[in-house]
């Protein structure tokens, strides 16, 4: 009985937190507001903070949070099954300024209504989402920031191949 009182209690313990990872995202009520300008842009940071390109780069590669791999190639060779539904982020540092990243990340729909892209740091008009995510965006508000900041420093082409 003790063994299996023991099992259970480390259940309950992983449960818990899983459960602290899951309600990390911020909730809809802690949502800063934004400004699209132009339909093209958010030009002011989602926190007043610049982005931390280090943790930008954590959260496009992990599959739980921006998991930017499963559509677009990365120069980022020490990950594997890179994605080719989406452009190619190489030298995407090079092709836009932080605030039309800022946009895609926050809400790319915003851009193209029919992109399979999805937002990162939106909660309303959504549907098909999973239970108990319900008013939590994908990505906080510094997430969204970090990423931006990791993809501006990526500013070298993809290599070509023949």
Same mark, same amino acid.
């Given at each position: 009985m003790q063994?299996?009182?023991?099992?259970?209690?480390?259940?309950?313990a992983t449960a818990a937190v899983a459960g602290l990872a899951l309600t990390a995202p911020a909730q809809a009520a802690d949502l800063v507001d934004?400004?699209?300008?132009?339909?093209?842009?958010?030009?002011?940071?989602?926190?007043?903070?610049p982005g931390d390109p280090?943790?930008?780069?954590?959260?496009?590669?992990?599959?739980?949070?921006?998991?930017?791999?499963?559509?677009h190639k990365m120069p980022i060779p020490e990950e594997q099954f890179h994605g080719e539904t989406g452009p190619s982020l190489w030298g995407v540092g090079n092709r836009y300024e932080p605030e039309h990243l800022r946009l895609r990340i926050v809400d790319s729909k915003v851009i193209n209504p029919e992109t399979?892209?999805?937002?990162?740091?939106?909660?309303?008009?959504?549907?098909? @989402?999973? /239970?108990?995510?319900?008013?939590?965006?994908? =990505? #906080?508000?510094?997430? @969204?920031? /970090?990423?931006?900041?990791?993809?501006?420093? =990526? #500013?070298e082409e993809e290599p070509q191949t023949n």
């Open positions: 063994r299996k009182t023991s099992a259970i209690s480390a259940m309950v934004y400004k699209v300008v132009d339909d093209w842009t958010i030009p002011e940071s989602l926190t007043g903070q280090v943790n930008g780069k954590v959260v496009a590669i992990d599959r739980k949070l921006g998991n930017c791999l499963s559509c399979m892209m999805p937002a990162f740091y939106r909660v309303e008009g959504l549907h098909m @989402v999973k /239970d108990g995510f319900e008013d939590q965006p994908i =990505l #906080t508000a510094q997430q @969204v920031e /970090d990423v931006v900041a990791y993809l501006m420093t =990526l #500013t």
